[in-house]
């Protein structure tokens, strides 16, 4: 059987996003205010998300305790 038990060796590619899009669409993309993803994206100064980056931020910031 040809090609059996053998890996391929292509790179998985993940889209990203521009910060402003993610802020300009994030209550269809996440459900959450442009607010609340700005404060998941605080002190993060990268111009570009993947999403499922960004969905784990966003709910890491909503669990945080505030003090």
């Not at 090609?3 to 998985?12: E, I, L």
């Not at 700005?38 to 980056?53: C, Q, T, Y």
């Amino acid at each position: 059987m040809a090609g059996r038990g053998k890996k391929n060796n292509v790179a998985t590619i993940i889209p990203v996003y521009p910060r402003e899009e993610l802020l300009a669409k994030s209550e269809a993309l996440f459900g959450v205010k442009p607010e609340v993803l700005h404060g998941a994206l605080h002190g993060d100064v990268r111009a570009e998300f993947p999403l499922e980056e960004v969905k784990s931020m966003i709910k890491s910031f909503l669990k945080r305790r505030i003090s």
